[in-house]
Structures are given as structure tokens and as C-alpha cells.
């Protein structure tokens, strides 16, 4: 990677400028550590997009996105916008840059990191060794299909239409197994086929891809089945792929698995190596501002985008082992056990930096 790599930073509402904030630092580390170039532009977006510029995606922001090599994004959201209507609320920022962007999938790994047990509301030994990835689908289904709503005789309708196309389903499928391949070789497909024409369709392009990948074990699983087996027994899920709105529902679920949803990043790509990097939480605005939130998604996104958009592998490692190393001793509040040393946002960032070990350039 020699050329210099254009980040369009968004930060967004509550907690999303400090934990953005560490993230940055983190990157910045990494050019320096690491010889990477890396060139910061800051957007607006999501509540604040709505209050300063009267839209929750301002033109601009979706525009200069395109133009960058990679997005950071902290969070949207809050209870101050929650009674707009629905074109001004702080959500349509992400629905718009998922579709503008093409972000048609999303990763969200979970996994347990070291001493985290204690925080799982499930057995130490339910929870052990997990360690699975949800692949949901992101820019199609019941969320981008028609919506109508009318009055009748027998009083107001309204409708989602849940809609798949042959080619959304074959590329979310086929970088589930492509991902498969690099870790534990096992997919389970989850749908609705007992009940959804869409989730038919689905399966049987599943069966058809799956052809090509007869190195990977592959399972279909109903998504009210699914949602037992991952409290059940959690370490058993490798890769998890499914249609946007079921994969938005369990890898709520599965998230809350480790502990703490503050752990957890996500990425959301494109066709290519464009990717939106965000951590799985909101924006907490209960405790924006205090200098407390817990920014190791965040860092741990970045991380992300190391490994995905700029396929900076060892640096990634290094962020990633940083977090691990610095969560043996130190804690935000949210995460903290009584033989943590307690430390604050910017606190946690700056122990990162200082445990990232200098990587080399590929
Ligand atoms: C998520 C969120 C979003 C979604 C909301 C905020 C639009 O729940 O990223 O999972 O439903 O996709
Ligand atoms: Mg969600």
C-alpha cells in the first residue's frame, strides 16, 4: 500500500466523536508505527446532520464517502430525535449511505475476549470458545422494498414487501463461504423457508453455490431455531449468513453472548475493497461527554478496516493484540471487574498506542 489512503470520518451523535476520537489516534499510531499514509476527512451525519443542515445525510457526506478509500463511523441517534418524522431521524443516515455506498454486506465477528466470561449472562462454560461471525445481508429485504400505508373501510394498512433478487442473495452468499474458507470452514444459512417464498429462493442458491465450495460444511437453519441454538450452544456457529432483517435481530443477540455489545465491531462492504467501519453499539447519549465510554469497538473497527479496505493484515493483528493486551489490566467502566485498573475514553486510546508494536510494510 504505498499511496495515501483517504478515510471519511463521520462521527456522529452522543458518545460517536470521543470513541471516533481514539480510533483516529489508533490510526494515526499506525501510520507512524507501521509507514501506512492515511488522510482524515471529517463528515456530518445523523442527528447533528439534522439540527445544523436540516437532513440526517447531507449530500456532501454521502458524495465525499464515495470519494474516500474507507468510512469511520462513530454512531447515530438519540432520544432527541426520536419523534421526528421518519425522513428526519438520525437512522435514515445509515440506510442512506448503506444504499448510496452499495454496502450490500455486513460483518459483525463476536467473539470472547480473555476474562470476559464473568460478564456473559450465560455458563463460563456455554460461552467458552466462541468465536463466530453473522454475514448479513445490508442493502436489500423488507427494509429497501416498497412500504405503503392507506386507510380502508375497516381502517388504516399498511405493508413491508420483504424482496430478494437472484444476484443480492448469490454475492452476500458467496462472501460467506469465501470467509468460511479463511476460518473455521463452516456456514449456516438461516431463513424462513418453511413460511417465506423469498427464503425458497434463498436456499436454493445457497444449495447452488455451496457446489463450488466442497471444502466448507454447510447447514441450513430455520431463523426461529437459529435464535435458540445461539444461547444453546453458541460455539458451534462458525458463519453465520442471512437476509438484512434476520441478521439485523440475531447478531443483536448474538453480541450480547460476550458480555458487553461496547466490545464489538462491524464492517459493512462494498463490491471491491470499500468498507464502512462502525462498532456495533449506539450512541449512548446518557453518558456523551463524560469522558467514560468504552472505545474498543470503535479501535477494533479500525481494525477492521485495516484488514478489509486495506488489506494491511499485520497492522490490523497489531491494533487487535493492542486491545487484547491493554484489556488484561485496564477497563472502561462499562466492562471493568475489580482487579481492573479503571480508566477513562482517552485513557484506553492512549494505552493502545502505546502497546502497538511496529509492524512492517508489506
Ligand atoms: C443496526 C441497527 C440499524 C438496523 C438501525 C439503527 C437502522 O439496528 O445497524 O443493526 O436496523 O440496521
Ligand atoms: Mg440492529
Known amino acids: 500500500m504505498n499511496q495515501t489512503k483517504k478515510i471519511a470520518v463521520i462521527p456522529g451523535d452522543g458518545i460517536g466523536p470521543e470513541i471516533v476520537a481514539e480510533a483516529v489516534k489508533v490510526l494515526k499510531a499506525v501510520e507512524s508505527q507501521c509507514g501506512y499514509s492515511f488522510e482524515f476527512s471529517y463528515l456530518t451525519a445523523g442527528g447533528i446532520a439534522v439540527d445544523q443542515l436540516g437532513t440526517p445525510l447531507p449530500e456532501e457526506t454521502l458524495e465525499e464517502s464515495k470519494q474516500a478509500d474507507a468510512v469511520l463511523l462513530g454512531a447515530v441517534g438519540g432520544p432527541k430525535w426520536d419523534r421526528h418524522p421518519v425522513h428526519l431521524r438520525p437512522e435514515q443516515a445509515l440506510l442512506g449511505l448503506r444504499k448510496g455506498l452499495g454496502l450490500f454486506s455486513n460483518l459483525r465477528p463476536v467473539v470472547l475476549f480473555e476474562g470476559m466470561e464473568k460478564s456473559s449472562s450465560l455458563k463460563p462454560e456455554v460461552i467458552a470458545g466462541v468465536d463466530l461471525l453473522v454475514v448479513r445481508e445490508l442493502t436489500g429485504g423488507i427494509y429497501f422494498g416498497e412500504k405503503k400505508r392507506s386507510k380502508t373501510e375497516q381502517g388504516e394498512v399498511a405493508s413491508d414487501l420483504l424482496i430478494y433478487h437472484e444476484y443480492e442473495i448469490e454475492r452476500i452468499v458467496r462472501q460467506a463461504f469465501e470467509i468460511a ?21 434463498w436456499r436454493s442458491i445457497v444449495d447452488r453455490i455451496a457446489e463450488d465450495y466442497p471444502d466448507v460444511e454447510y447447514e441450513h437453519m430455520l431463523v426461529d431455531n437459529c435464535a435458540m441454538q445461539i444461547v444453546r450452544r453458541p460455539a458451534d456457529f462458525d458463519v453465520i449468513v442471512t437476509e438484512n432483517m434476520f441478521g439485523d435481530i440475531l447478531s443483536d443477540e448474538a453480541a450480547i453472548l460476550t458480555g458487553s455489545i461496547g ?95 511496529s509492524c512492517k510494510k508489506p
Open 181 to 201: 474458507r479463511k476460518r473455521k470452514k463452516r456456514v449456516t444459512s438461516v431463513d424462513k423457508a418453511n413460511i417465506l417464498e423469498s427464503s425458497r429462493l
Open 263 to 357: 466490545m464489538l465491531p462491524s464492517a459493512s462492504l462494498a463490491d471491491g475493497s470499500f468498507g464502512l467501519y462502525e462498532p456495533v453499539h449506539g450512541s449512548a447519549p446518557d453518558i456523551a461527554g463524560k469522558g467514560i465510554a468504552n472505545p474498543a469497538a470503535t479501535i477494533l473497527s479500525a481494525a477492521m478496516m485495516l484488514r478489509y479496505s486495506f488489506d494491511a493484515l499485520e497492522a490490523a493483528d497489531q491494533v487487535e493484540n493492542a486491545v487484547k493486551n491493554v484489556l488484561r489490566t485496564y477497563r472502561t467502566v462499562d466492562i471493568a471487574e475489580p482487579e481492573h485498573q479503571q480508566v477513562g475514553t482517552e485513557e484506553f486510546g492512549d494505552l493502545v498506542v502505546d502497546r502497538l508494536q
